[in-house]
């Protein structure tokens, strides 16, 4: 079993639909990160968390730190927010756990 | 700020040469990182280095070797490249301290023939 599991692996929904992407991991963590990975391959940081709840334009993600969870919500999501959404868990040390990746197709 | 630089973005090798992939930072980080990302999977951890003169093995750094002389340079060497070695290399930093974002060059695709 993985150390950091994501869920689903594909998501295909219609433009204007509310996205939620859900990491569960099983090691005590410092920090949780949300990375976006376009289909050209470009990596970028969306967010950082260690508690609660961050926002971002149409993007919000959760963290329970008692469960060992966290979501990613896009709200009234758009083609262009098609993409891997990646958690990445960060422990006591130097490293980050990856998450395989969420892959998300946004249908006009 | 440039943040996280990597080159060459696209090469080709032949079986058995060799290469050096380059990796530079302007943002004062002082962790770095190389991961490989294999078709349709995730980020696998080559190696890393946690500031200059530091260097330390991933999960995956067979055939690799990385040098860390300056807190801005992290070139990944490649040595007698095999078809294995195909991949999408990236390149990644961020400050020490608790939870601070990861910045991410934006990779180089080698392929080996």
């Known amino acids: 079993k993985n150390e950091v599991e994501q869920s689903p692996q594909n998501l295909t929904a219609q433009e204007g639909e509310f996205i939620t992407i859900n990491c569960s991991y099983s090691?005590?963590?410092?920090?949780l990160h949300w990375l976006q990975q376009h289909p050209g391959g470009g990596i970028v940081s969306l967010f950082m968390?260690?508690?609660?709840?961050k926002k971002h334009g149409r993007l919000i993600a959760t963290i329970n730190i008692q469960e060992k969870h966290s979501s990613l919500h896009i709200t009234a999501s758009h083609p262009r927010d098609s993409a891997v959404y990646i958690c990445?868990?960060?422990?006591?040390?130097?490293?980050?756990?990856w998450g395989a990746g969420t892959k998300l197709i946004i249908k006009p | 700020n440039a943040g996280v630089t990597q080159t060459p973005k696209f090469r080709i090798l032949k079986i058995g040469q060799s290469m050096t992939l380059q990796c530079t930072q302007d943002m004062n980080h002082n962790y770095m990182y190389w991961y490989r990302q294999d078709p349709g999977m995730g980020l696998k951890l080559i190696y890393y280095?946690?500031?200059?003169?530091?260097?330390d093995k991933g999960e995956v750094p067979n055939g690799y070797n990385v040098s860390r002389s300056t807190t801005e340079d992290f070139p990944l060497r490649l040595e007698l490249a095999a078809p294995s070695q195909t991949s999408v290399y990236f390149c990644a930093s961020r400050t020490q301290g608790f939870g601070n974002t990861i910045y991410f060059g934006e990779g180089s695709w080698l392929t080996v023939v």
């Open positions: 968390l260690s508690s609660g709840k």
């Open positions: 990445a868990a960060r422990g006591s040390n130097y490293q980050l756990i």
């Open positions: 280095s946690v500031g200059a003169g530091i260097t």
């Open positions: 090691v005590g963590i410092s920090a």
